[in-house]
Every structure is written in structure tokens, then in C-alpha cells.
């Protein structure tokens, strides 16, 4: 049982493209992590949030806590955006992060 | 700088020779816990600490040792290491034990068990 889907698995878009990368869960949650893991694997944290919507230059995400959905949007997307996004509920009675599998992103020029 | 620091970033070892990873993160963190990412399974928990002295399992904790004897150091044991432990190893720190806070990555070790 995936406690945690992301859609799609893999997307490729051209440079400019509006993408959104969507996450469903099935547990109840504090908060929800939207990380970014380069292709050398390094791994970093993009958002964090509990409700409503956040923004970071090009990158806005959004979640329903009631729907249990989140959104990652990027706008005007560059091959330097190419990477594997992950959503990462925050839940359990330690507030462990739970994974999604990702979503390999690569931008084309 | 605020940082995750693991070592080695690298390692190829033997089946059963013992080894440690180390973790420091220099943010005062409560939190802190050890990944492994594998190819189809994405990251899994292996052990996390709430605060110095008190660990607990994750996910994915057998074949695995954790120790917290001070709060910025996390180093995962590999008493006998067996070929399925090859994987990708992250740590990863917060603050706020439990409450939802930024995680920081390290930049992961590799390991290959032979």
C-alpha cells in the first residue's frame, strides 16, 4: 500500500513549459516537504508547508489538507530545473517524513 | 555555513566487515535521522533520534545500529554488512523534534557491498 503517489513518474518538458508535479496521501499530516534531488543525488529541501500556498521565484506549491493534495508548479521552466522532485507528508505521531517514489523532470533547451 | 557533513561520501566494502558512517550537523539540531534510497523504492527511514540519547527505529531498521551520545553527531553502524545493504544513504537533520520543520540533507554515502 503507497501511502504516498506522485504523478507523473516521469515528465519531460520543453524550456518555458508550465509544469505541475502532483502528490497524494492517504495518512493524516502536520505538514508536507516538496524536496528536490540533483542528478549528482544531492537532496534539498524546496518547501514546507501545513496550508495554503507558498511561492519561491519560479516555484509556487500548494496543498488541501482536507483533499490530502499537493502541487508543485514551476513556471518558465529551465533546463537547470531538470531533477527528481519528491513530496514528503510529514505524519505519524513522531512526525516522521513519509516518501513519495519522485517525479524525474528534464527540460529540454 | 549550516551544513549536513557524512563520511565517507564513498565506500565499497565486504560481506560482515563492520563499518560506520558518520553524520555532524553544526545547527543545533534535535532531530536527526538516516535515509536509504534505492532504485523503485525511493527513501526509506532507517533509524531517527528525537534528541541526544533517545533513538528509534524507522522503517527499514534491521541490520542496522544508531547511536546519539551528543547532539550533533548520528553514525549508523553496520555491525555485518550484507550485499543488500548496497544503497545510497542519506542523513538528515531538523529542529523542533517532531514539530514540522526544514530538513536538511547530507550529501549522501555510497555504498557498495560486495
Known amino acids: 500500500k503507497n501511502e504516498v503517489e506522485q504523478s507523473p513518474q516521469n515528465l519531460t518538458a520543453q524550456e518555458g513549459e508550465f509544469i505541475t508535479i502532483n502528490c497524494s496521501y492517504s495518512v493524516g499530516i502536520s505538514a508536507l516537504h516538496w524536496l528536490q534531488q540533483h542528478p549528482g543525488g544531492g537532496i534539498v529541501s524546496l518547501f514546507m508547508l501545513s496550508s495554503g500556498k507558498k511561492k519561491h521565484g519560479r516555484l509556487i506549491a500548494t496543498i488541501n489538507i482536507q483533499e490530502k493534495h499537493s502541487s508543485l508548479h514551476i513556471t518558465a521552466s529551465h533546463p537547470r530545473d531538470s531533477a527528481v522532485y519528491i513530496c514528503?507528508?510529514?505524519?505519524?505521531?513522531?512526525?516522521?517524513?513519509?516518501f513519495g517514489k519522485g517525479t524525474k523532470l528534464s527540460v529540454k533547451p | 555555513e549550516a551544513q549536513v557533513t557524512q563520511n565517507p561520501r564513498y565506500l565499497i566494502t565486504v560481506t560482515g566487515k563492520k563499518l560506520t558512517v558518520t553524520c555532524s550537523q553544526n545547527?543545533?539540531?534535535?532531530?536527526m535521522s538516516w535515509y536509504r534510497q534505492d532504485p523503485g523504492l525511493g527513501l526509506r527511514q532507517i533509524y531517527y533520534s528525537m534528541n541526544v540519547e533517545v533513538t528509534d527505529k524507522g522503517d527499514v531498521p534491521e541490520g542496522y545500529k544508531v547511536s546519539r551520545k551528543e547532539k550533533r553527531n548520528f553514525p549508523l553502524i553496520l555491525e555485518s554488512p550484507s550485499p543488500n545493504q548496497t544503497s545510497l544513504y542519506f542523513c538528515?537533520?531538523?529542529?523542533?523534534?517532531?514539530?514540522?520543520?526544514?530538513?536538511?540533507f547530507g550529501p549522501g554515502t555510497r555504498l557498495l557491498v560486495l
Open positions: 514528503a507528508p510529514r505524519g505519524g505521531s513522531q512526525g516522521n517524513l513519509i
Open positions: 538528515a537533520s531538523s529542529s523542533g523534534a517532531g514539530r514540522a520543520e526544514t530538513q536538511y
Open positions: 545547527m543545533n539540531h534535535e532531530y
